[in-house]
């Protein structure tokens, strides 16, 4: 099996062949017959000079293959094929060793059940765009200490690709490649950390990306995020993922439910559906210890609740009985089950390993009250790419 | 050092020609730009020269430069001189020079040729925003009418370019013919602009979408055999427009393919498989597709006689002296001198349409004509896509390029769109079925209310598949200023 490889393409749907690529194409990769206009894989460099230069927006077109559409293949096109999805391929002790993103996304998606599935209206991921082998160099932009807990360092870390594309959606993740190397003398391996920023940029049309990293003690990357200064440059992979995704109806409503950094997917969530003015709603069930180490707390208090509801739920505050996110999602029973009767609820878990089992109670008591067994409501909905885990 | 790629903003007007250190010609544009901006405030209903529209702006002339978005009102639009980077040592592509360094100077040889090629070219440009001024009050859209808007800025700065050309390189005739191009007018009886489809109306925005997507094309091919020439400045000048004048031929196409695609769902939605119930598809808010095909076959054959004569010797001298080349001629295999070739070209012999072959060199124009046919095809093609894919049965044609032509071989004879001879009295006759009719305008015209809502259409059009710098379907393109 080749080594996956991103392809460019262009989108003969969109295209109104004015040939303006070919004539800005620096290497003439770019060719057309009276059919369709192409892009010759052996010879695109990624220069990206095509791009602005496109009216359309079909130029922008990327796909991870195992090989290359032939020049004949995008001759023959009549719409663009679909990305394939790289990572759900079935993993094999072989292949995770192979793949070490694979199977750490594997790993993290393992409690929704069984196999994750992105939601049928969801926009198209594009994924492994970067690799080890070849990162995108990002420069820093910003760095913002989020909590007010010395035991708890959350960062807001801002990352400007530059020039280069990277298209990434909301609930996908990066890896961030530490400098340095492991005791073996070689490269350190990226960690995956979930983009916080919406599709079009954390500033939009700027298509930077935001980062939410705790300082882990003794953690490598974590620690080398959260020192990072304004102007340095970060190595970075992917995008990764291509299940955890936003459906694309404005009518969706998503029901959110996270502790610590497993807020930064929400937060993108969120920034995109107030940009797309999305109608369906979001109810939000956020754990942390106290207002002060939950990332984002300012912010948030800010976003109107017919947008976001939002359930802020404390488990370390003095003279307070400790909440976990269960206890709230119990108490608003009614509410939760009326959304697990509605099939425009998608339902997104982001955390710790450990909140999964007090949820995965919840939800079943919840489902009980009105009837339904919550196993094989979680599999309707898992199926119909409505309900997503990731947790580590 | 003079940094030729950015765009320099330390005059009034943005350049990458230096312009700066080129006091003479500056102090030319900057009398040339009072004129400028009076001919445009003058032109587009005020409302909308007060409002904010997201428009694409150069900052520089390189790939990754040019394309800038932001609100700007438009009377603020950096109109500007722009030529794309100059390629080293670039020699002369055709003609009897082939092969010589390009000219950065006139040759005083060709001087006139090329002072008339690019008032041509330079009267169009206004011509098309005059046409259009009135069109924004019944925008079907705002993402449509920040298209619009952005056409026109644009057609604005082509007038710049070539008014640049003339300021810089042709002295006082230069000057005159730069201020003349700010006095002819689009139907003006006195001083109309120097083409014939310059000065008919556009009254609706099919009209609009027909006019970007076969007129525009013309000009897309004219600035394709300039962007040849061996005098560099325009060679560059071309260049950069054509970038601009892609996103034109992006209008006019998906405009007409969303005009296609709101009749056939609102035919399909109400079980409407006849094409020709022209009445009962009416009442639903649509254009029917044969209107549709009547816009078609007037706006493609007014388009198909900007090229003038089939065989001109005009064309070859220009062609022959290195000033004019044809369609992607770096692409075509040949000479590049045609002394020796020839070109079939239409005539008609004893009232039959023949074919006959002729000396290439006078048939540049022809085969111009026959390049636009092909390119003009495509989008036809796509369109029927369309249609086959909702079930309707109609295909739209490109009629026969002897219909309905008043220039060129075809302006003796009455050729029906099948390319049949008939006599005028018959022609005259049926026209009706061929070209629209006042009902039909008046009927397009009962469609054309303006939708300024955010993310709203008109009935007869569909939303695009895809937003402007990838926005989404409800991003305001136009803040509308509200007096």
């Not at chain 1, 609820?345 to 009105?370: D, P």
């Not at chain 2, 360094?101 to 006139?112: K, L």
């Not at chain 2, 808007?149 to 230069?174: C, I, S, T």
Request: one cysteine or more.
């Amino acid at each position: 099996m080749n080594a996956p490889v991103k392809q460019h393409l262009i989108d003969p749907e969109i295209c109104i062949r004015c040939y303006t690529c070919e004539m800005t194409c620096p290497l003439n990769a770019i060719e057309h017959d009276d059919n369709n206009v192409v892009v010759n894989a052996d010879i695109c460099n990624f220069c990206m000079d095509c791009i602005p230069v496109c009216p359309t927006g079909s130029i922008d077109e990327w796909r991870v293959v195992e090989t290359p559409y032939t020049l004949e293949q995008q001759y023959e096109f009549e719409e663009l094929p679909e990305q394939e999805d790289i990572e759900a391929a079935p993993a094999s002790a072989d292949q995770s060793a192979a793949d070490p993103v694979a199977a750490l996304l594997a790993e993290a998606h393992a409690g929704a059940g069984g196999k994750a599935k992105a939601p049928v209206s969801s926009a198209k991921p594009t994924v492994n765009m970067y690799t080890l082998g070849k990162p995108a160099t990002m420069k820093v932009q910003g760095n913002y200490r989020l909590t007010d807990d010395p035991d708890h360092d959350v960062r807001h870390i801002i990352l400007d690709p530059g020039g280069v594309p990277f298209p990434v959606l909301e609930g996908q993740s990066v890896g961030i490649i530490p400098p340095g190397t492991d005791e073996d003398g070689k490269a350190h391996l990226p960690r995956l950390y979930s983009v916080s920023s919406p599709r079009d940029g954390e500033r939009p049309g700027y298509h930077n990306i935001s980062l939410t990293v705790k300082r882990e003690d003794k953690g490598l990357a974590s620690n080398y995020l959260c020192d990072l200064k304004q102007g340095e440059d970060v190595q970075v992979t992917g995008p990764f993922g291509a299940t955890f995704l936003l459906p694309s109806k404005p009518d969706a409503h998503l029901l959110l439910i996270c502790t610590g950094t497993g807020s930064a997917p929400m937060r993108a969530f969120t920034m995109q559906r107030q940009r797309s003015g999305a109608t369906g709603g979001m109810t939000m069930f956020f754990g942390a210890r106290t207002p002060e180490s939950l990332p984002y707390f300012g912010p948030l208090k800010k976003v109107p609740e017919a947008i976001l509801k939002q359930h802020l739920v404390f488990s370390r505050v003095p003279d307070q009985a400790k909440e976990y996110v269960q206890d709230r999602m119990i108490a608003q029973e009614d509410a939760i089950a009326d959304m697990l009767q509605d099939d425009r609820t998608h339902i997104y878990i982001c955390g710790l390993r450990g909140m999964e089992e007090g949820v995965e109670k919840a939800l079943t008591s919840i489902a009980e009250s009105v009837g339904i067994q919550w196993i094989n409501q979680r599999d309707v909905m898992r199926e119909d790419g409505r309900y997503h885990v990731e947790t580590y | 050092m003079l940094d030729l790629i950015n765009v320099s903003y330390d005059t009034q007007i943005p350049n990458n020609v230096g312009l700066s250190e080129d006091k003479k010609v500056l102090k030319a544009l900057e009398k040339w730009h009072p004129g400028y901006i009076n001919w445009w405030n003058d032109l587009i209903p005020q409302n909308f020269q007060d409002s904010m529209v997201y428009l694409r702006t150069a900052v520089s002339v390189d790939p990754k430069g040019w394309a800038k978005f932001d609100y700007v009102k438009m009377p603020e639009y950096r109109w500007g001189v722009l030529l794309a980077p100059a390629v080293e040592d670039r020699k002369i592509p055709m003609g009897e020079h082939k092969g010589e360094t390009a000219w950065q100077e006139v040759p005083g040889e060709y001087r006139n040729m090329l002072k008339r090629l690019i008032v041509i070219q330079g009267d169009t440009e206004p011509g098309s925003v005059e046409q259009q001024k009135f069109l924004g009050l019944t925008a079907p859209s705002l993402y449509d009418m920040r298209n619009l808007f952005q056409v026109n800025v644009e057609e604005g700065r082509h007038l710049w370019a070539m008014v640049y050309l003339l300021q810089k390189y042709f002295g006082r005739d230069g000057r005159e013919e730069a201020n003349e191009l700010l006095v002819r007018s689009s139907g003006s009886e006195d001083a109309p602009r120097m083409l014939g489809a310059f000065n008919e109306e556009t009254p609706d925005w099919l009209s609009f979408f027909m006019f970007t997507y076969f007129t525009d094309r013309d000009g897309k091919m004219q600035l394709e055999s300039l962007a040849q020439s061996g005098f560099d400045p325009l060679s560059r000048t071309c260049r950069f427009m054509l970038t601009e004048e892609a996103h034109h031929m992006f209008v006019g196409e998906t405009g007409v393919g969303r005009t296609i695609q709101a009749t056939l769902e609102a035919m399909n939605a109400n079980g409407i498989t006849d094409p020709y119930d022209v009445g009962k598809i009416r009442d639903l808010g649509v254009i029917d597709l044969p209107t549709i095909q009547k816009k078609l076959n007037l706006h493609y054959t007014l388009s198909l006689d900007l090229f003038g004569q089939e065989v001109s010797t005009n064309a070859a001298n220009a062609f022959n002296a290195g000033i004019k080349g044809r369609y992607m001629e770096q692409r075509i295999d040949d000479d590049h001198q045609l002394q020796n070739d020839t070109y079939p070209v239409t005539s008609i012999v004893d009232g039959q349409i023949k074919t006959e072959d002729v000396p290439a060199l006078t048939a540049i124009n022809m085969r111009l004509r026959d390049d636009y046919v092909r390119d003009a095809a495509g989008g036809v093609g796509r369109w029927n896509k369309l249609i086959a894919k909702s079930g309707i049965e109609f295909e739209l044609k490109l009629p026969h390029e002897g219909f309905h032509r008043q220039i060129g071989v075809f302006s003796t004879v009455a050729v029906d769109p099948d390319g049949a001879i008939m006599s005028s009295e018959e022609w005259m006759k049926r026209q009706d079925e061929w070209l629209p009719t006042k009902a039909d305008g008046d009927f397009i015209q009962s469609l054309m209310v303006p939708c300024y809502e955010a993310g709203k259409y008109a009935s007869w059009i569909a939303p695009p598949k895809v937003g402007i710098d990838n926005k989404p379907g409800d991003f305001e393109y136009v803040k509308l200023h509200m007096a």
